[in-house]
């Protein structure tokens, strides 16, 4: 297509950059907005598209989207449906009160929102634990509460599947922009290619370590990955921390594949976890 | 002659950072945003459909004073108008821009602060771009010194500021909107519209003589300085963050 446009808020996207798909309406993601410039020779006037954020544009023609990439450290702000790893600080009667992201309020799950989960038979989380939950609702306005659920309120079962307690494993911080991509190369179907939004890193271990009976990663739009290795037996702690280190590496130094790669093959070798 | 360098998300745990530094006066400043934040002990003082932007100017080697406030007040006003305040997640919140001068020579209490004022405002900006948070425009700003001859000097260094009879700091909108007009000395109105001019050409390029603000968005080859500088900071830094996706397309 066209070379990749950078926009700074307040300037247009031009027609030529927008997907051309003219049978669904244009949906406008976030950092974009519609202004409409009144101008002299017709009264319709004619409306432009702005950007709000500085980002690299991307457009989906399928789905006939068009939105901002901003930069990838931002602090993650919560929106509904997202699928996040809550810690639990606390649980009164009827929620468990759960930290999304540090030094903002915290964010209620419901003591029955869990898969199967009645008066008597709920789970109970103490102080720290961890779930992987969706968010439910975001409330209106400043002061509002975020609530979080582990089931889908229409069915009663836990959608997608393995949300709920997080049992075990270790929880590694990685920027908001690397979640996203972590979770959008896990959706997108992972058996067609090795490498989705440039990532490879994830098939590469699960290659290299499927000799210690694989691991188990969730991945939280609050740019948390939580790891989990607990078939390893007795190098289960190893294995967890060189597949920590090898996503946090990634992330920082945003390693193209050819260097994943490499990273991947460097960090078992140097804990003794080469196969 | 050595242009500015910046650069952006610095700090880990700001919502968004940069640091700016400026060859001629030789201050450097380092930004931090963080928003939307929660402000719970204003909850009286908050609009409430919009955003509360509150800046905190911090100099280097003292506490905050006087000087401070009166520059605090010049930014908060002007970011104000720059930032959607009423965009979703952002109303009865608050945008908190904190900038710390971290070198050069520091402002002395009752010296002008209009010579650190366009590094400050430039490190707000870099700051809130990088935390995105969502604005109307980008500016760019300029700092220009009369002397007693009646020279306009651009980017004067201190000691042209010191002697200056008057200075003058200017930013424009990314659309061609004057934004900030601060001026000190003797001036009389015909000077002040050639250092508008010249001002104009600094920040951005070509002098179009337009009011209606609606300029054609094809022109970024002979852009202005200050706002291509703004510009190439942000692609760059984009560039190297999605370099896998640009890569792959």
Known sequence: MSAPLILLPGDEVLRDHLPSNNSNPLKLGPGLRLLSQPSSKSKAGNHVLTATQAGLVTTDAKRNTVSILSFSNRRYIPTVNDLVIAQIHHSSIDYFHCMVTPHTAHALLGQLSFEGATKKTRPMLKQGELVYARVLSIGVGAGAEVELTCVNPATGKSEPGGLGPLVGGMVFDVSTGMAARLLRASSSSSEQSDTIDGLTVVSELGKKLESLGGFELAVGRNGKVWVDCSNAGDSAIKATIAIGRCLQTTDEKNLNPADQKKLVTRTLREMNLAS | ?249
């Open chain 2, 1 to 249: 002659m050595v242009g500015p360098t910046a650069s952006l998300s610095n700090l880990s745990r700001a919502d968004g950072s940069a640091s700016f530094k400026c060859p001629t006066t030789g201050c450097s400043v380092l930004g931090s945003v963080n928003a939307p934040i929660e402000l719970p002990a204003r909850r009286d003082a908050l609009k409430p459909e919009e955003a509360t932007v509150e800046v905190f100017v911090k100099p280097g080697n003292t506490t905050a004073g006087v000087g401070e406030r009166y520059v605090e007040g010049i930014l908060r006003t002007m970011l104000q108008k720059v930032i959607l305040g009423r965009e979703r997640g952002f109303a009865r919140r608050g945008v908190v821009i904190t900038l710390a001068i971290i070198g050069g020579d520091a402002v002395e209490r009752g010296d002008s602060y209009l010579t650190l004022l366009p590094a400050l405002l430039q490190t707000a900006l870099l700051a809130l771009l990088s935390a995105a948070v969502p604005m109307s425009m980008t500016f760019s700003t300029a700092l220009l010194a009369v002397t007693k001859s009646g020279d306009i000097i651009s980017d004067p260094s201190p000691v042209d500021a010191k002697t200056a009879s008057s200075l003058h700091v200017l930013a424009f909108s990314s659309k061609g909107h004057l934004l900030l007009n601060e001026s000190q000395g003797r001036f009389d109105f015909d000077t002040w519209e050639f250092v508008r001019e010249r001002a104009y050409s600094t920040c951005r390029g070509a002098v179009v003589a337009g009011s209606d603000g609606d300029i054609a968005m094809d022109e970024e080859g002979e852009e202005g300085r200050a706002d291509g500088f703004i510009r190439e900071t942000v692609e760059d830094h984009l560039h190297r963050d999605y370099a896998w996706k640009i890569d792959s397309a």
